[in-house]
């Protein structure tokens, strides 16, 4: 089965400090793993995506995620916070390329 | 280029009431997703549409939820009769051919009385 689990469902960081938004995913195969950002009363953004390239995606905003097999991780990063990227963020596995499997969600705060 | 558009935005409806949402994708996207958000979760996929056959919707609650998507471009969700844990942000998406960036549009806040 396939299955998302983002750690920690609220998230806050100063203005211009390092953002970790975690996530570990399970998948029976090499899954296409994706973060999507969701701002108030939105529809959902695709932030990036890892399709068996290079392990480390850059996306859109400053983020980036690495692709860890050995630790079935995809955790998003971005050095320097804004106010702007206050938002919830989903991880989302998908085992085909087809079929998405979304996490709970991670709202983050930055505090200026 | 147009995205995603769904209406009504918002809908509030009494328990037992019936109630439907419509989604218009992104011209020539092959795949049409409906999403069920409810608050505080992730968004969990209630049936795929790959043109006008559906793919999978296993997760869809069929004594009460249909869905539709004739000619393979615009779709309607329907909920006959409405219980109250069918409150909810209803999201559609469309994707050129489902194996490819899906897109979101700005979804349609359910609330059952």
């Given at each position: 089965a396939q299955s998302v689990t983002q750690l920690g469902s609220h998230v806050s960081v100063s203005e211009g400090a390092l953002v970790l938004l975690r996530c570990n995913y399970s998948s029976s195969v090499p899954p296409y793993l994706f973060w999507y950002v969701q701002y108030p009363n939105q529809g959902l953004q695709l932030l990036l995506k890892y399709?068996?390239?290079?392990?480390l995606v850059k996306g859109i905003n400053g983020f980036e995620a690495e692709f860890k097999k050995s630790e079935t991780s995809f955790h998003l990063t971005k050095p320097s916070a804004h106010m702007s990227d206050a938002a919830e963020y989903f991880c989302a596995v998908s085992p085909t390329g087809n079929q998405f499997y979304f996490g709970t969600g991670t709202s983050l705060t930055v505090i200026p | 280029e147009a995205g995603v558009a769904q209406s009504p935005r918002y809908k509030i409806i009494e328990k037992r009431q019936s109630v439907a949402f419509w989604c218009n994708p992104i011209s020539g996207h092959a795949t049409l997703y409906w999403y069920q958000q409810i608050l505080g979760q992730g968004p969990k996929l209630l049936i795929q549409f790959q043109n006008n056959g559906?793919?999978?919707?296993?997760?869809?609650?069929k004594d009460r939820f249909s869905a539709e998507r004739l000619k393979g471009v615009d779709s309607t969700l329907k909920i006959?009769?409405?219980?109250?844990?069918?409150?909810a942000v209803y999201l559609c998406a469309s994707s050129l051919d489902g194996y490819n960036e899906q897109f979101f549009g700005p979804g349609t806040r359910l609330t059952v009385l």
């Open positions: 399709t068996s390239a290079a392990t | 559906v793919v999978d919707d296993s997760q869809l609650p006959q009769p409405a219980k109250l844990e069918d409150s």
